[in-house]
């Protein structure tokens, strides 16, 4: 078998490729500075590509699974509805110096929507972009990746990956075809890197300490549906969702149909989240989680045992932004070392 | 700390208050969170310390009322005032609640940040109730501290220099990045709606998309129904995700209160709510 | 740009402004009457929408109006002292107070949205309110800064239909 194709970068090659990029018609993306947002971009010195930048306020899941997508249009005419679908009109794009916890994050999202039905909003948006992600340096005391499976260093989910090396230069793997393809495409920017290229690397960054063990908690969870912990750990929770929206891989939505006037409008999915307290409530106005602690413990189960159980994979990466953004501060990873420590007294 | 820990451990032993809403330390020491403490040993995890933000008040209106007993509340200064204000809109009585109020030396815009003047949320900057004016008992001191220049009236100065399209278009790129998520509400104290007007369907007068045009209407609508009422804890803007700042809009609002009807929310338990009253001197100047 | 697509407002040399008024059943649209059945003659850009009375009038429709396309709202209601249900207009005006300068700082100027009072008797004074608000928002132009909120949920022309 082949060894990972392995390439060596630099800074300005980076900031070169955004040029030509641009000039194909390739929607660019970058991770904004420090603490903000994804941004497009059209200029290489607009580039962000640090590994030591806190991750951006918004996962990456937007451009895959966006806050608002109009499903189709609609138009009342004289014999009926006129139905219109959004044209498709997705350029080809790449996202660059994308985390770890957030380039993994879409083929876990990727189960639950090509489970029965193929969502082909979500399949086109990730078929159309090459992901090229970054190792990370950067940890603070809201990161977990390592207690879910993922290190600063784990290429899961990105096509290419970026490790830092000397002199502002880059060992640049390609780990899928289609990362492959776009170094072969954009190939005067990557050079293949040789043995000595590759001892340029920098030392690999520590990352954060690992807090629990997600199989534990699993276990916990099996046999605790009822447990005073969920009352512990969600009665102060306020149901903002900040947490859900945040999170790279909360992939909830709620469709709806907004008008436009008297006759028309348009079908669109928003983003939701199970920490509303609408979310579960029926028509007849019964609430089956009527309280905040109920709301909680869906929110723990679905990430470390629901999703586990149907799709093999916790539905985490680790990033901490739910934790790093919750007004009341409300820490997911340390929910699950109490859990594991419940586990520990159980065995 | 010992003086609201054995405020707390009495109002609970004397079954006065069925439970205290106050700060706890999270595991790491480093920084409080909410804590709702049911008994005397609970309570003794109490704390308050300069990374107290929470405007606690919002579990007034969240929290099943007790059937025996007051709900205890540990209050800043800047938190008793949402206290008043829902006494003031019937949400509870007087005698519904224990104040333990916190003589406060000002607490911190970034928790992970020490205290300091340049890591100061405005409203420790215009703050004018370090010791709290109402409470059942008062414990801890306050410390005077270093105030620096308020960026909201900065900003809010550089709103009013710019024209209409300018301001128009500030809020366009702010609202833009709302996602709907609602949490400025849910950390409101003073939006406690069973159903909010967001989450109305038929008809629906807020789209729940996080498209432009149901971003302007939810933020307007919102900042509209807490004019007069806000009581600016900006709980709402350290809670948004997106950084939008929501303080522009409810200042506005409590400076109109301030001029035209030399009226602060929550300060006089006794007062009629301002938007809920009327008077017949009322500015009429507008009107053609 | 999508309320009603009445043709005649659609004339492409001169821009006619839209205008939503809100009025109370009482007073002003009582009043508005009067004018019609006085055949006094007025500029035909407004749509009236009848409420029991201004302190029915949600700030949340306004916003609608202008959601709609509207590029001016005019609301109105029985004079201080005079209404139906004696204060409704009271506490509506105190709203209002409120209102005018939130929209204000949010970059929606006064020469959209305008304040009368016009009594049952007032057939004259209604025609003259109008007619002054229209030629207002006239001088202003099409309220194109909120018509650009709203582009996104016409129903789009088939080559403009998007998925971006
Ligand atoms: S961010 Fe915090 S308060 Fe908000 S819903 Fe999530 S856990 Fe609850
Ligand atoms: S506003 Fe005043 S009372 Fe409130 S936290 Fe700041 S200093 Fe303390
Ligand atoms: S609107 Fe914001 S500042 Fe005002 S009371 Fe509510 S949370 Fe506090
Ligand atoms: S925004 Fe308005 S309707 Fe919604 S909860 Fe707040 S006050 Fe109530
Ligand atoms: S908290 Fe911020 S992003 Fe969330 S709904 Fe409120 S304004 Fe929008």
Redesign the interface.
Known sequence: MQAMKQFITTDEKLRQLVHALSKNAWNIISAGKEGTNFIYINDGKDLVINADSKPTKLSAKEFFFPKTEPLFFYKKNHDGVDLLDPKDVLRKTVLFGVKPCDAAAVPVMGKVFNWDYKDEFFNRRVEQTVIIGMACSYSDVYCFCTSTGLSPESSKGSDVFLKPAQNSSYIAEAVTPKGEAFVVEFSSFFDAANENDVKLLLNSPKGPEKKFDANQVKQWLDGHFEDPLWNEVGETCLGCAQCAFTCPTCHCFDIVDESCGYNCGRRVKNWDGCQFGLFTKHASGHNPRGHQPERYRQRISHKFKYYQDKFGEILCTGCGRCTRGCPVGIDIAEIAQEINKRNSVLV | MQELIQAAQAALTSKEAAFIIGYAL???G???????ARTPDEAAKLVFNHTCA?NLA??LT??AKPKEGKMGIVAKGCDTRAIVALIQENKITRDQVYIIGVNCSGVTAD??LPFGADNLPSKCIMCQVQVPPVSDVLVGTAAPYDKPKDAVTERMQL?EA?N?????????SEFE?C?????C???CPMCYCEQC?V?KTVP???????????N??WN??R??HL??RCIGCG?CE??C???IPLM??NR??GM??MQ?FNYRHGVNPEEPT??G????Q???E??? | MNFINDDIFMAEEKFEPKITCFVCNWCTYTGADLAGTSRLKQQTNARLIRVPCTGRIDPVFIIKAFESGADGVLVSGCHPADCHYNTGNYHARRRWIFFRELLKQVGIPESRLHFSWVSASEGKKWVDVVNGVIDTVRKEGPFEDYHKVNTEFAFPEPEEAVCS
């Open positions: 999270t595991p790491d480093k920084k409080t969170r909410p804590f709702i929470h919002v579990y969240r929290i928790v992970t709103l710019m209409e399209h300018e301001r128009f278009a500030f809020w366009a990045k996602i709907k998520c609602y949490a509400r849910q950390t007007i989450d629906r007068w807020i789209e729940s998309s996080a498209s432009l045009r149901g302007f209407s307007m609508i900042a509209f004019a007069g709980e350290r809670a995700p997106m950084d522009l809009l506005k609002m109109v209160a035209q301002l938007v009253s009327y008077n017949m009322d500015n009429n507008f009107f053609k």
